[in-house]
T-cell receptor, first 114, second 111 residues
Framework: NAGVMQNPRHLVRRRGQEARLRCSPM?????VYWYRQLPEEGLKFMVY????????ESGMPKERFSAEFPKEGPSILRIQQVVRGDSAAYFC????????????FGSGTRLTVV | KNEVEQSPQNLTAQEGEFITINCSYS?????LHWLQQHPGGGIVSLFM???GKKKHGRLIATINIQEKHSSLHITASHPRDSAVYIC?????????????FGRGTQLTVWP
């Protein structure tokens, strides 16, 4: 069991490009949460997805950010037209339920916008 | 105001010392989590608590629901314990399982 797999580990994008971050949950986990960790700040919730459904996206910026969790394949967090302020570590966590049995976190993707 | 407050923000200890990190929260919770994050690394879940006390090796986590407070203790600290320790809570009211995080405590243990 490889745990929660996130890729890439590091991603460098120029301003205006698109960033795609992938998260493969643990086997048997159908709930995925994305969190963002800005420099010198705590983790903040972005979005909660189950297979093919966005359950809660109240933490997502209104523009440029989107997320999906298709029936097959990993969950994708997509950031269009990146800006320097998007530079952060993005973590995903998966759970077999809505967190009642705990969460497993991935190693994160460090996004740097230059 | 953050729902979760941790103290201290930074902590330096000598190898072998007993360490305590504190977490206070202001809302009703269904569970509290202690997490560990090494520099540039991923996040590892250490404990999930809803009451009482849990122990794993040299780590002990306690929670007092009435006082809305939890502590993480490390006995016989070691340089490999150097990391950021993060407290996170899952609220009692339905928030669909999302976690609210403290800012973390940076622990450095010197040999």
């Amino acid at each position: 069991n490889a745990g929660v797999m996130q890729n890439p580990r590091h991603l460098v994008r120029r301003r205006g490009q698109e960033a795609r971050l992938r998260c493969s949950p643990m086997k048997g986990h159908s709930h995925v949460y994305w969190y963002r960790q800005l420099p010198e700040e705590g983790l903040k919730f972005m979005v909660y997805l189950q297979k093919e459904n966005i359950i809660d996206e109240s933490g997502m910026p209104k523009e440029r950010f989107s997320a999906e969790f298709p029936k097959e394949g990993p969950s994708i967090l997509r950031i269009q037209q990146v800006v320097r302020g998007d530079s952060a570590a993005y973590f995903c966590a998966s759970s077999p339920t809505g967190g009642g049995y705990g969460y497993t976190f991935g190693s994160g993707t460090r996004l740097t916008v230059v | 105001k953050n729902e979760v407050e941790q103290s201290p923000q930074n902590l330096t200890a000598q190898e072998g010392e007993f360490i305590t990190i504190n977490c206070s929260y202001s809302v009703g919770i269904s569970a509290l989590h202690w997490l560990q994050q090494h520099p540039g690394g991923g996040i590892v879940s250490l404990f999930m608590l809803s009451s009482g006390k849990k122990k794993h090796g040299r780590l002990i986590a306690t929670i007092n629901i009435q006082e809305k407070h939890s502590s993480l203790h490390i006995t016989a600290s070691h340089p490999r314990d150097s990391a950021v320790y993060i407290c996170a809570v899952r609220l009692r009211v339905s928030t669909l399982g999302r976690l609210y995080f403290g800012r973390g405590t940076q622990l450095t243990v010197w040999p």
